[in-house]
């Protein structure tokens, strides 16, 4: 079960909820702000979260964080790239967001790794790296639910800034085509500010 909600007001940020229907396990992707709001969703659900993953380290993905963490302890993870980003309040744009956010003890997932539900290790996400927004951005992919979390890479009818630090144009574009295009047409993008897309729908678009 994906479920999503949207939390911050200045930027709003999808924040979801990947849930095993079966355990009732599962992981949250993304915390950008209100984390006592997502904690009190996940408990009045009767949802166990296992592991918090962020898809990049911008304060409006980080920001609910260490909140979220008070009301429910789970392990942070984030791409190896990651500290620059949630230990630098320049580099995550939380200066420019009016308060400062940092990270700590946040773990790292590899490329390429699959990261697995413990109540139930059929459960399962890829990991694929997808710099270009930013140096620590990556994707999770089910393929089992046709489905993948991109979070500020692509986005229904348009793809992440890249004026921000560590922003790339050229590597984000090489990120999409190797990461995003290259997953069956039908997958969902369910992106970290817009409504969610498909794959096909997005080829289609910058197909030329
Ligand atoms: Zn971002």
């Known amino acids: 079960m ?43 659900k009767g949802w166990t979260i296992e592991r918090l993953l962020l898809t990049h380290c911008h304060f409006d993905h980080i920001g609910g964080v260490n909140d979220f963490l008070r009301h429910i302890p789970c392990p942070v993870y984030a ?3 990651s500290p620059r980003y949630y230990a630098d309040p320049r580099w995550n744009l939380s200066l420019w967001g009016g308060e400062a956010v940092t990270l700590s003890d946040v773990k790292t997932f590899a490329d390429r790794e699959t990261i697995a539900l413990a109540a139930n290790p059929k ?11 930013t140096t620590d951005s990556c994707i999770f992919y089910s393929a089992s639910d046709h489905a993948a979390f991109v979070g500020d890479t692509i986005f229904f009818a348009s793809i992440g800034r890249t004026d921000f630090p ?3 144009t050229q590597e984000l574009w090489e ?18 500010h817009t409504e969610e897309t498909t794959v096909a729908a997005e ?4 197909r030329r």
Do not use: Q, W
Not at 128 to 133: F, K, L, W
Not at 179 to 189: A, H, N, R, S, Y
């Open 2 to 44: 994906i479920e999503c909600m949207t939390v911050g007001d200045m930027i709003p940020t999808n924040s979801f909820f990947y849930i095993d229907d079966e355990t009732k396990h599962g992981f949250l992707i993304d915390a950008g702000a209100e984390g006592g709001r997502l904690a009190a969703h996940a408990k009045e």
């Open 79 to 81: 791409a190896e790239d």
């Open 123 to 133: 459960f399962t996400l890829d990991v694929r790296y997808s710099p270009g927004h």
């Open 166 to 168: 560590g922003g790339n």
């Open 175 to 192: 990120s999409i085509a190797r990461e995003v295009f290259t997953l069956p047409p039908d997958t969902v993008l369910y992106s970290g």
């Open 203 to 206: 080829m289609a678009r910058y």
